[in-house]
């Protein structure tokens, strides 16, 4: 109901309607025309009531009940036949007397009772329908007349055969395009070994069990890729090649339907058919080197474009065409190019974690073994311009460090192979013990925490990756701004790690940087900044002659 009580009928007012719904609304508009055309009969006694007029009147009030009751909300089996029978009773009985005076009651009659049954049995019941209606006629022409007047019911018998056949067969196909579509809908998932790649077979196989046809060939072409990708399903077996690109040009001969889905019964001619109608054309529209190598005769085609790729799907030797099939070749062919850009971005996301494991190994690297190595050479320099009595103490020491890198790695190497439960999370003070006794035994540096609260947990990702960093900061204080000691202070508030690292070295020797300085510039220390930016924090450094402040922060469950 619109605006000022005004209906709104739209296209599923129209034609989505229940069939015992639509068949309701023709059963009273069949009786109102019946009604006005024998009320209007000059020669009609309206004022004699006789049977035929109580039957007319008893058909009316039928008829008003079934559109009133709302039967098609309550639809069973039994319901159906009964009021089809009484459809048929009715009918029969005024057949004789209403066409009498209408002669157009025949056909009207009869068309009414054949779609109804098309709409409620499908073709099965429209045949059921016609046979019982013929052999109804037959019989009232010999009840009444014999067999040496037959010739006239013999006529209306084969109109209602004739007539029950043609829209038997209209039933027939829409049940047909019916089930073609449901098995369109059974669309191939992937296997869970193909959940990284497109199994174009099983794409092609369902094209070709679909529209019944024996082969099926998809040409496409990737973005800023210089080949031309071919599949091909020959009864079954399926083989995939790669051309140079252009090696069929635009695959048709004419630009004006490089976008138009079309069929032909000969691909060597100029006749081809698409949504708009038969189309004339001075030469064959598919390329001839595409005809001659895949030997393509009845064909429909229909393109595909992606984001990534583009491409024509062919459905070959197909018997007949019609407007449907070319539509659901357009259909097949928009899932192949989506399952297609869908390959190619899982391919490009691929290889961007590959980069980026690699990125993130190099770090890890960096801020594990590099220091540790580091350290090394820092005592092996302590070494040689030391004092010769320490020298068995300082090789002692740089024992241990490669021992201790030894054991680093194998962590390492253990919890990238290890895989980390959703959710799972571990106590930071534990993790960051480790790196306290590691700062004075490699760089001569007194390290100092405080963590609030004190029981704080973090995720697995980050409790991995905060010692690494902290390290690092370690690391740089000593070495480049040959500080004696740290200070490192941790916050936790809400879902966010606050961390405020300062040493009381010399300072990166630049100006002082404000709490809003930009991430992503190559101030120092870079390696620190790359690895803050991935877990999706910030940092910000302070720099001065008293030492370098560092400020940092993390979501506490990246």
């Known amino acids: 109901m619109g605006l000022n009580g005004i209906v709104k009928i739209s296209r599923a007012t129209l034609f989505d309607l229940p069939a015992e719904q639509i068949i309701a609304v023709g059963r009273l508009i069949f009786w109102l025309l019946l009604f006005s055309a024998v009320a209007v009969y000059p020669d009609y006694p309206f004022q004699q009531v006789s049977a035929k007029l109580a039957v007319l009147i008893a058909y009316a009030t039928f008829a008003f ?29 005024l057949w004789p007397w209403a066409q009498e005076r209408i002669g157009a009651f025949f056909a009207v009659f009869v068309l009414f009772l054949l779609l109804a049954a098309s709409l409620r049995w499908a073709w099965r019941g429209v045949v059921a329908t016609a046979i019982g209606l013929g052999a109804i006629t037959v019989i009232r022409g010999t009840a009444n007349d014999g067999l040496t007047h037959m010739s006239g019911y013999l006529i209306e018998s084969a109109y209602i055969l004739v007539s029950g056949a043609m829209i038997a067969y209209l039933s027939a196909l829409r049940q047909r395009y019916r089930d073609q579509v449901i098995t369109l809908a059974d ?45 091909v399903l020959r009864n079954g077996h399926y083989q995939q090649t790669r051309e140079i690109a252009g090696a069929f040009g635009d695959f048709l001969t004419s630009q004006r339907y490089t976008t138009s889905a079309f069929w032909t019964d000969n691909a060597q001619s100029g006749v081809i058919f698409t949504h708009q109608g038969p189309v004339r054309l001075k030469v064959p529209i598919i390329d001839r080197g595409l005809i001659t190598n895949y030997q393509i005769r009845s064909v429909g085609t229909a393109p595909f474009k992606g984001a990534l790729c583009k491409g024509r799907l062919f459905v070959l030797d197909r018997s007949s065409w019609s407007d449907f099939q070319l539509l659901l070749t357009e259909i097949i062919a928009a899932r192949i190019g989506n399952a297609l850009d869908r390959q190619i971005m899982q391919f490009e996301a691929r290889d961007a974690a590959a980069v980026m494991e690699r990125d993130q190994l190099a770090h890890d690297v960096h801020d594990g073994l590099l220091q540790g190595l580091a350290a090394i050479g820092l005592q092996l320099k302590l070494v040689t311009d030391g004092n010769p009595a320490d020298v068995t103490d300082r090789l002692d020491t740089i024992k241990q460090l490669v021992n201790q890198e030894q054991r680093r790695i194998r962590e390492f190497l253990r919890k990238k192979a290890r895989k980390t439960k959703s959710g799972s999370d571990i106590l930071l003070s ?39 960093m902290l390290m690092e900061a370690v690391a740089n204080a000593a070495r480049h701004g040959r500080a004696s000691s740290v200070c490192i202070s941790i916050r936790t508030a809400q879902d966010t790690i606050y961390i405020q690292v ?37 940092l910000s450094v302070n720099s001065s002659a008293d030492g370098v402040e560092l400020k940092i922060r993390l979501p506490k469950n990246e």
């Not at 009133?68 to 089996?77: G, T």
């Not at 760089?443 to 995720?459: E, G, H, Q």
């Not at 040493?503 to 870079?526: C, H, I, Q, W, Y």
């Open 65 to 93: 009940a079934m559109l009133a009751a709302r039967i098609w909300r309550l639809p069973r089996p039994w319901s159906q036949y009964l009021i089809h029978l009484v459809d048929i009773a009715a009918i029969v009985t």
């Open 187 to 231: 669309w191939p998932a992937p296997t869970p070994a193909q959940l990284n790649a497109v199994s174009l077979e099983n794409l092609l196989t369902h094209c070709a069990v679909t529209l019944e046809v024996p082969r099926v060939l998809v040409i496409w072409e990737e973005a800023e890729e210089p080949v031309l990708n071919i599949a």
């Open 430 to 468: 534990q993790e960051l013990q480790k790196i306290e006794s590691e700062a004075a035994r490699l760089w001569n540096c007194k390290l100092s925490f405080a963590i609030d609260p004190p029981d704080t947990r973090v995720s697995d990702e980050i409790g991995f990756h905060l010692p690494l």
């Open 502 to 538: 300062q040493d009381n070295g010399e300072g990166f020797g630049e100006p002082a940087l404000s709490e809003d300085t930009d991430v992503k510039t190559e101030l120092r220390p870079a390696s620190l900044r790359a690895r803050i930016n991935r877990l999706g924090g910030s």
